[in-house]
């Protein structure tokens, strides 16, 4: 099986990759569910990693990875889409690309829609095109709008607010449109070793700063990018029969079939919604003391404060935890807490 992996340079094409290519005893790190023996050998054992790899023998049973960012394939733009994907005979797009930038999506709303819907819909073309399947990122501000108070699941009625929001919505709806075989994962919160994300920041802040307010008022699930990518992974992993069976998962599934345990449809005929987060909930406050207290940072005074002290040009939700019983049961694996992969990240982070 061929994925083809989009958005390769962000938070969470980079944690994929960092597994892909972590070696095969490592195996995927997920603090509770699994034990380190429990890989399949499919993804513990990539052919190639290069983006313009060939198909080759010693690959039949394995997955062979193609990692892509706008340098090598820009998303917005369909005929390059196409042609890689038939060129490179692609089965799978796992779609890490995204205008993921919440304020700026207000004053470029042109290019949010670009990336986050339109090109969305291009991937899910091209996907239509060879019966392939999309894995695509979705966010829990898709219900931004709704006074919810308890977890959020994937049958709650989308209700975005901002343009960000908006356009997310509309990348999941052009998915279902289209209708190609796909899976669409929301989460929230993302944070890791790469790029720029809250952890990072707060870990500079509370190092420099003798004190620091941070919003109270809103709750949601810190997600580890690292947690959220091996999750793929272990979907992707029962679509590939024979490498997985007699390793971890019993069942062993057609290759290019959605196995119906995971193919539990909403909305849509051909795919199907699943809300993935860490486990627990917190407020921004009390996930920036942990990442303080984790760090040894204990000089700094964090105090919590409401959004109102933060004037921005996005409402954020009050509330956007995410129910994840569906994938829980599907794949039959307890998701690590929050703040035990918050410790694997600052690790990651201090290596
Ligand atoms: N971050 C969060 O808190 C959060 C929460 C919920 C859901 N999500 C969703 O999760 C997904 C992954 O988020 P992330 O934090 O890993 O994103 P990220 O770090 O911002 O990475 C996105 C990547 O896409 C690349 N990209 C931009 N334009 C592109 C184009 N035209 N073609 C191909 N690639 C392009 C970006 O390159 P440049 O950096 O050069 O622009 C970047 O490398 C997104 O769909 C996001 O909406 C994120």
């Not at 070696?23 to 052919?47: C, H, L, V």
């Not at 699943?274 to 207290?293: K, P, Q, S, V």
């Amino acid at each position: 099986m061929k994925v083809l992996v989009t958005g390769a340079n962000g938070q969470l094409g980079n944690s994929l990759r960092a597994i892909i290519e972590r070696p095969a005893a490592e195996g995927i790190y997920f603090s509770q569910g699994f034990a380190k023996n429990q890989i399949p050998s499919a993804i513990a054992n990539p052919a190639r990693k290069d983006c313009h790899s060939e198909r080759s023998e010693e690959s039949v049973n394995s997955f062979e990875w193609v990692f892509t960012d706008v340098a090598e394939l820009d998303i917005t733009d369909r005929s390059a889409v196409r042609a890689m994907v038939q060129s490179q005979g692609i089965d799978v797009i796992v779609n890490c690309a995204g205008y993921t930038n919440v304020e700026g999506a207000e004053d470029h709303s042109d290019l949010a829609e670009k990336l986050n819907a339109e090109a969305v819909e291009n991937l899910a073309v091209a996907m239509k095109e060879v019966d392939g399947l999309l894995v695509h990122i979705s966010t829990d501000y898709v219900f931004g709008g709704k006074p919810l108070h308890a977890p959020i699941s994937e049958e709650e009625e989308p209700a975005p607010q901002g343009v960000y929001a908006v356009t997310k919505l509309h990348g999941e709806e052009a998915v279902r449109r289209v209708g190609c075989r796909h899976i669409i994962i929301r989460t929230a919160w993302l944070y890791s070793e790469y790029g720029k994300n809250f952890v990072k920041t707060m870990l500079r802040l509370t190092s420099e700063k003798p004190s620091l307010k941070v919003v109270d008022d809103q709750r949601g699930t810190p997600t580890y990018a690292g947690d959220l990518a091996s999750v793929i992974l272990l979907l992707l992993s029962r679509m590939e029969g024979p490498a997985a069976e007699g390793i971890y998962f019993s069942q062993g599934f057609a290759k290019n079939q959605i196995p119906s345990a995971i193919a539990t449809p909403t909305r849509s005929d051909n795919g199907v919604t699943y809300h993935f987060t860490d486990e627990g909930e917190c407020t921004w406050y009390e996930f920036a003391r942990e990442i303080a207290l984790m760090a040894g940072h204990t000089d700094c005074d964090i105090q919590p404060c409401t959004s109102d002290e933060f004037p921005s040009k996005v409402h954020r939700p009050a509330y956007s935890v995410l129910d994840k019983s569906r994938i829980k049961q599907a794949l039959s694996i307890d998701i690590p807490h929050w703040k035990s992969s918050l410790r694997r990240c600052l690790d990651a982070i201090s290596k």
